[in-house]
């Protein structure tokens, strides 16, 4: 991949290239950053930039026998590196020990080709301290060739020794219109209102706003989600069990679904309180959205923020989460009819 395809992150690209270009490349590096910002290209780029065989100032070259193999991911000195690279029966999605030992092993043979070799690591915070200190190793006593990219979305679950062995480059989340921008260059067939409404929810990640394009059944869950929060208004409590189900239902998603209710809530504020609102994240929504609002009052979505900021918090907590799903309906449904009692837990 050329730094020329990875999009933003324009500080961290001249950091890199100008280090590439002065030949002051370190053994190991941490990407860290959300899930989706682009921490894996850019990882790509800066591989193919350092294996290049004939470089300009700004990039690889992109067309010499070194570059084809990395575009083509058949570049023997560019390992992407997780379990199954080593075994492929191997399930764990954590970065094991045997895996590290295994890249070490390889890690002390000289290139093929190229003057370097590189590593990549994605999810490397989650490596356990058996694994961490394996690498802690090659980090001490690198061989000379050799640059490690470790990925991470939290590099506080790195030892201090590893830490202090791999400058941290750190990947914010995208602004909203850097993924518009993304997304209309893109070649994902959609329409300017999904394109908005993906750049709107994907939290500055690219990765979440083409998965909410492409991945019908994201799309499909929004819309459950959506429908269960708009038909929480009444006095019947269908609506709590329903909720409470699909929250159930979708635990591994509750980020997705929180960052989705988040985004009702909000734009509740705007239609309640605000004539023109072109900030509406859920737009082709509209109607329901507008009908809800008439339902609830001027504070409600702000006591809905409130409710759903607590138990996210919980859920950071490891707190059970049947309980979780089952409080948040009930409190959300209690809000929204403006009950007077509350749950608590
Ligand atoms: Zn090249």
Same mark, same amino acid.
């Given at each position: 991949?050329l730094? &020329? ?6 500080k961290?690209k001249?950091?890199l ?16 950053g ?5 921490r894996?290209? +850019? ?6 930039? *350092?294996?290049c ?6 990039d690889?070259?992109?067309? #010499?026998?070194? #570059?084809?193999? #990395? ?12 379990n199954?690279?080593?075994d ?7 970065i ?11 890690i002390?043979?000289?290139? @093929?080709?190229?003057?370097?070799k ?8 989650? +490596?356990?301290?058996y ?13 000379? @060739? #050799?640059?490690?990219?470790?990925i991470a979305e939290?590099?506080n ?10 400058p ?7 602004? =909203?219109?850097?993924v ?13 209102? =999904? ?25 499909d ?10 038909a929480l ?7 709590i @069990?329903e909720?409470?189900l ?5 635990k ?8 989705? +209710? ?8 705007y239609?309640k309180?605000? =004539? ?6 859920n737009g ?19 006591r *809905?923020?409130e409710i ?11 707190? &059970?989460?049947? *309980?979780i ?5 009930? =409190? *959300?449904?209690?809000a929204?009819?403006d ?7």
């Amino acid at each position: 991949m050329l730094f &020329s395809e990875v999009f933003g992150h324009n500080k961290i690209k001249d950091v890199l290239i100008r280090g590439a270009n002065s030949g002051r490349v370190g053994h190991a590096y941490i990407f860290e950053g959300p899930q989706g910002v682009g921490r894996l290209s +850019m990882a790509k780029a800066f591989a193919m930039r *350092l294996m290049c065989e004939n470089p300009n100032d700004d990039d690889s070259c992109g067309i #010499c026998k070194t #570059c084809s193999q #990395c575009m083509s991911q058949n570049n023997p000195d560019l390992r992407i590196v997780n379990n199954q690279l080593y075994d492929p029966s191997k399930k764990s999605t954590d970065i094991l020990v045997d895996t590290v030992r295994n890249m070490k092993r390889e890690i002390y043979i000289k290139p @093929y080709a190229a003057e370097r070799k590189v590593y990549i690591v994605p999810n490397a915070d989650t +490596m356990n301290l058996y694994a961490q200190n394996s690498l802690l190793k090659v980090l001490e006593e690198p061989p000379e @060739y #050799c640059t490690i990219i470790l990925i991470a979305e939290n590099s506080n679950l790195f030892l201090p020794t590893i830490l202090s062995r791999a400058p941290i480059l750190k990947f914010f989340p995208l602004a =909203e219109n850097e993924v518009r921008e993304y997304l209309a260059k893109s070649s994902i067939e959609c329409d300017a209102d =999904e394109i908005d409404i993906a750049a709107k929810m994907c939290q500055g990640s690219i990765g979440k706003a083409k998965e909410l394009l492409e991945d019908s059944e994201t799309g499909d869950l929004r819309n459950a989600l959506l429908d269960s929060i708009f038909a929480l208004v009444g006095e019947r409590r269908k609506g709590i @069990y329903e909720l409470m189900l699909l929250l159930k239902q979708n635990k591994d998603e509750f980020e997705f679904l929180v960052n989705v +209710m988040q985004s009702v809530f909000r734009d509740l504020i705007y239609v309640k309180n605000i =004539e023109n609102h072109p900030e509406i994240t859920n737009g082709d929504k509209w109607i329901k959205l507008q009908k809800f609002a008439d339902s609830i009052g001027r504070e409600c979505p702000i006591r *809905l923020n409130e409710i759903l900021f607590k138990y996210s918090d919980y859920f950071s907590k490891n707190i &059970s989460y049947g *309980l979780i799903a089952q409080c948040l309906s009930l =409190e *959300l449904w209690e809000a929204i009819n403006d009950r007077g009692y509350r749950s608590k837990i």
